[in-house]
């Protein structure tokens, strides 16, 4: 069964606009990542949170991770066209459940030029 | 540096027919995986190996066989084709625990 959640389903911005998705999850974790998944083609790692950390940047991207709530959001800043993309969240644990890792089912974003 | 590749990029299939999907890695990886993603599912785990010789189950393993003989290699096996089948295939493989590194898929249509 599906560990991550994202919401919502689909995004639609307008560019230089930021995008938030979010994404929830059941079990306890180890690491949480995001990924990114262009039409037609293989996804792609953005950024890897573990779960002692609550935020970690890279480039336009922003991640918070809340495991109290069991919950992390994704945020891209000045978007482009080039960011148009399905994104998902993708959850691991530890020991052996670091050997499966469970993705949801994505936030389809579309970013008008 | 080629990353993961996967063969072939398209493939249709008559119900019941057998085949081969290839998947080869060239960054000396132990862990290797197999993804189906259907729409509106998302990416569900089918087998991965964490080394040769070691393969294990994933969520939705029925109707797959995987085989690990070398590092490099992790080919996936349908052994009668369903229609339930058709799906775009990833492999994945990474090093440690961390980032996964994917194929561009395989897109398989079972008629």
């Known amino acids: 069964s599906q560990q991550g959640e994202e919401d919502p389903q689909a995004l639609s911005i307008q560019e230089g606009e930021n995008a938030t998705m979010n994404c929830s999850y059941k079990?306890?974790?180890?690491?949480l990542q995001w990924y990114r998944q262009n039409s037609g083609r293989g996804l792609v790692h953005l950024i890897l949170?573990?779960?002692?950390?609550r935020e970690k940047h890279s480039g336009r991207l922003r991640v918070t991770l809340d495991t109290s709530k069991k919950s992390s959001s994704l945020l891209i800043t000045a978007s482009r066209a080039a960011d148009t993309a399905s994104y998902f969240c993708?959850?691991?644990?530890?020991?052996?459940?670091?050997?499966?890792?469970?993705f949801g089912k994505g936030t389809k974003l579309s970013v008008i030029p | 540096n080629a990353g993961v590749t996967q063969t072939p990029k398209f493939q249709v299939l008559k119900t019941g027919q057998s085949m081969t999907l290839q998947c080869a890695q060239d960054?000396?990886?132990?862990?290797m995986s197999w993804y189906r993603q259907d729409p509106g599912m998302g990416l569900r785990l089918i087998h991965y190996?964490?080394?040769?010789?070691?393969?294990d189950q994933g969520e939705v393993p029925n109707g797959y066989n995987v085989s690990r003989s070398t590092t490099e290699d992790f080919p996936l096996r349908l052994l009668s084709a369903a229609p339930s089948q058709t799906s775009v295939y990833f492999c994945?493989?990474?090093?440690?625990?961390?980032?996964?590194?994917f194929g561009s898929g395989t897109q398989l249509s079972v008629l």
């Open positions: 994945a493989s990474r090093g440690g625990v961390g980032k996964l590194f």
């Open positions: 079990t306890s974790i180890n690491n």
């Open positions: 949170i573990r779960s002692n950390e």
């Open positions: 993708a959850t691991g644990g530890s020991g052996a459940g670091s050997y499966q890792l469970t």
């Open positions: 960054m000396n990886h132990e862990y």
């Open positions: 190996s964490v080394g040769a010789g070691i393969t």
